[in-house]
């Protein structure tokens, strides 16, 4: 594999389709590519993922063979060295800990896309911090969780995605911020960064190849009604409550 862009990987995770009967379930795989891509677009301290085709061949050749679109997730080990960031591993941290603008940012992008599947502080029983997220070590003992697993988001909105009863959500579209109290200078200082990144963020769905119609503009209007809340300031004192349900 050396003249390939495989060249140095020895573990890579590939996100698949759910169903093979179902132009849905695809079109869902490049909707949570793309809300990695959001994420890399809103920082470098993200991983980084690759659109792929994928050949299915049937060993028993009882059927054709099948393409469909899956998407590589770059190494955790990888991103540490990209970003020259220690990975740690320990079971839960305090809220004091974490770094503040960073945590602050990807609480945010967590809000954007409707994502409540998370905790930037705790892991379940018996594994290492943290849920659907991984710790980084920052400077003077700060800690940067950096999320992964987007597919039962909002933006995605697949057809198995069930919302959390326990936060009292109507469907996973219903967005519910999941973030800490912030000085409110930080806090200015990230949402300002989403919205001049805004045309990039929606470039990402408009120049997607093979993004149907209906997603492409189920997606963007469902990023527009995020900027809605942010720029009204009744919604956004209402929406971006500090809640601590972590």
Not at 4 to 28: G, M, P
Not at 72 to 80: A, G, N, R
Not at 117 to 138: R, V, W
Not at 148 to 164: E, K, S
Request: glycine letters at 2%; one cysteine or more.
């Amino acid at each position: 594999m050396k003249q390939t862009l495989f060249r140095h990987q020895d573990k890579l995770k590939l996100v698949a389709h759910c169903r093979d009967n179902s132009d849905r379930y695809e079109q869902n795989i490049i909707e949570e590519y793309l809300a990695y891509r959001i994420l890399n677009t809103l920082t470098d301290i993200s991983y980084r993922v690759r659109l792929a085709h994928i050949t299915y061949v049937d060993s028993e050749e009882k059927y054709d063979d099948r393409v469909r679109y899956g998407f590589f997730i770059e190494h955790k080990k990888s991103l540490s060295r990209r970003i020259d960031l220690p990975l740690i591993s320990t079971e839960r941290i305090r809220t004091s800990e974490l770094a503040g603008p960073y945590s602050d940012l990807t609480s945010l992008f967590q809000f954007m896309i409707s994502n409540t599947d998370f905790s930037f502080i705790a892991a379940p029983p018996g594994e290492t911090c943290c849920h659907n997220a991984i710790l980084l070590e920052g400077s003077e003992g700060t800690y940067l969780p950096v999320p992964y697993d987007f597919d039962r988001t909002g933006i995605v909105d697949p057809p198995n995605a069930l919302p959390d009863e326990n936060l009292r959500q109507k469907n996973v579209r219903d967005r519910l911020y999941r973030g800490f109290c912030v000085p409110d200078q930080y806090f200015t200082a990230e949402l300002e960064k989403t919205r001049t990144l805004r045309p990039q963020l929606q470039a990402l769905f408009e120049n997607q190849n093979d993004l149907s119609e209906r997603s492409r503009k189920t997606a963007l209007r469902f990023l527009e009604s995020y900027y809605r809340i942010i720029d009204t300031p009744a919604a956004r004192e209402r929406s971006l409550k500090c809640r601590n349900l972590q």
